[in-house]
């Protein structure tokens, strides 16, 4: 089955200015997670979906930071505006049901904030 | 919240030598325990899980261990491999959430 799929890449902007990730996860896959990355730490969850609505988002800063996951496929998460802080790679992750830990994580989009 | 403490951060170790990572967890309502390697450039990669009605599992060079009344769980590597360079998570979850430690970074010296 095809993996996870995130884009971009990389990505590099500076400070204040606003980011935007998709994620694409495992067909069928009915729950959606992103996690945040920072180098030297394990990742931290930011928010997880199921299907389309927000099941967790307590750890998501909502002053800048917002995510949907429109018809219950794909997702964005969008940084407005950014911060030095916020430079990490940001990981898209699913799993088959909501209350499965078979998470399948994408490979990630690392962002670099000047 | 979990608190999922890691150890070492980084672990050098001989081609064919065995590997040990340590993690202890805070809240004894997690019940389940994965592990995860990361290469670089990509995302974590579960390796090996295991839950709390168990105290050890095995797969090929893979083992963990499971104290639950001390709330740590380890993972060993045996015959250790070139290919098993790279950084090693593990978590803890209750029903849905996993709490990932900081990372081990693994070296196998040839």
């Known amino acids: 089955e095809a993996g996870v799929a995130q884009s971009p890449r990389y990505k590099i902007i500076e400070k204040r200015q606003s980011v935007a990730f998709w994620c694409n996860p495992i067909?069928?896959?009915?729950?959606l997670y992103w996690y945040q990355q920072i180098l030297g730490q394990g990742p931290k969850l930011l928010i997880q979906f199921q299907n389309n609505g927000v099941v967790d988002d307590s750890q998501l800063p909502k002053d800048r930071f917002s995510a949907e996951r429109l018809k219950g496929v794909d997702s964005t998460l969008k940084i407005q505006p950014a911060k030095l802080e916020d430079s990490a790679v940001y990981l898209c992750?699913?799993?088959?049901?909501?209350?499965?830990?078979?998470?399948?994580f994408g490979s990630g989009t690392r962002l670099t904030v000047v | 919240g979990e608190n999922v403490e890691q150890h070492p951060s980084t672990l050098s170790v001989q081609e064919g030598d065995s590997a040990v990572i340590k993690c202890t967890y805070s809240?004894?309502?997690?019940?389940?325990f994965p592990w995860y390697k990361q290469e670089l450039g990509k995302g974590p990669q579960l390796i090996i899980d295991?839950?709390?009605?168990?105290g050890e599992k095995k797969d090929q060079r893979i083992a963990v261990t499971l104290n639950k009344t001390a709330k740590h769980f380890s993972l060993h590597i045996t015959e250790t491999q070139p290919e098993d360079s790279a950084v090693y998570f593990c978590a803890a979850a209750d029903d849905y959430k996993l709490s990932f430690g900081a990372g081990t970074t693994v070296t196998v010296r040839a």
């Open positions: 295991i839950r709390s009605n168990v």
């Open positions: 992750a699913s799993s088959p049901t909501e209350g499965s830990l078979a998470y399948t």
């Open positions: 067909s069928g896959h009915a729950t």
């Open positions: 809240d004894s309502a997690s019940n389940y």
